[in-house]
C-alpha cells in the first residue's frame, strides 16, 4: 500500500518540495486523520515512511507507527526546489520540461537523476517483498518518489511515472495479479 502525504502548502500551490521539511495544512491533517478508516481492513507487517514530517504525520494521524527510512525520501529537485513547473519552463524557455524526461540542475543541494530515485525504490521493494506473503506493507512518502516506485514495483522505465498521478493524502494499492506486478487500487483520497 502507498500512502502519499497530506497537503502542505507547496503540494497545495504545485512547488516541488523534495528536501524542504514542510508541515501539513490543517486540510492535510484532516485527509490524513479521514485515510485511517481505509486501513483498518490491513494486517500491516510493516510501515515505513520517508523522514520528512509530512509523510511522518500523515501515517501518525491515519494511525500508523511507522520506521523511517531515506529511501522514501522525496527525490532531489536541486535547483528547482521550491519551483513549479511553469516556473521551470519559464526561466529554461522549454514549455515541455518535466523533473521525469529533463531532470533537475544541482542548487543547494546536488538534485538527483530518475535513476538514482529508481534505485531507491528498488531497495525499498527489496525490502519489502519478502514480508508480502505474511501480509501488507505500508508506505508513506511523497508524490514523485511514490510514483517512481510505482514503474519499478511494474517493471517499467521510471520515467513513466511522469504518466502516474498521484494526488497528496491519496492511498493507493500495488499487489500481483495472477504473478504480475500490478495495480489494484489507485490515487484514492478520503
Known amino acids: 500500500m502507498l500512502l502519499r502525504h497530506g497537503e502542505t502548502e507547496w503540494s497545495k500551490s504545485g512547488q516541488h518540495t523534495g528536501v524542504t521539511d514542510l508541515p501539513l495544512t ?9 485515510l485511517a478508516p481505509l486501513l483498518k481492513e490491513y494486517d500491516f507487517r510493516l510501515v515505513l515512511s ?23 525520501r522525496e527525490w532531489d529537485y536541486g535547483g ?40 531507491r525504490a528498488s531497495r525499498v521493494l527489496a ?26 514495483y511494474l517493471q517499467q522505465e521510471p520515467r513513466m511515472g511522469a504518466q502516474i498521478l498521484l494526488d497528496a493524502g491519496s492511498l493507493s494499492v500495488l499487489r500481483p495479479e495472477h504473478a504480475v506486478p500490478s495495480i489494484a487500487l489507485w490515487n484514492r483520497v478520503p
Open 26 to 34: 490543517e486540510n492535510g491533517e484532516r485527509v490524513a486523520r479521514n
Open 50 to 72: 520517508s523522514p520528512l514530517q509530512r509523510a511522518r504525520r500523515t501515517a501518525e494521524l491515519a494511525g500508523l507507527t511507522p520506521e523511517i527510512t531515506e529511501d522514501l
Open 80 to 119: 528547482y526546489e521550491g519551483l513549479t513547473t511553469p516556473q521551470i519552463r519559464e526561466q529554461l524557455g522549454d514549455e515541455t520540461w518535466t523533473v521525469f524526461k529533463d531532470g533537475v540542475v544541482p542548487g543547494e543541494t546536488p538534485g538527483e537523476t530518475v535513476e538514482e530515485v529508481a534505485a
Open 127 to 152: 525490502r519489502v517483498r519478502p514480508l508480502l506473503a505474511e501480509g501488507d506493507v505500508a508506505l508513506v512518502g511523497h508524490g514523485h518518489n511514490l510514483r517512481v516506485l510505482t514503474t519499478v
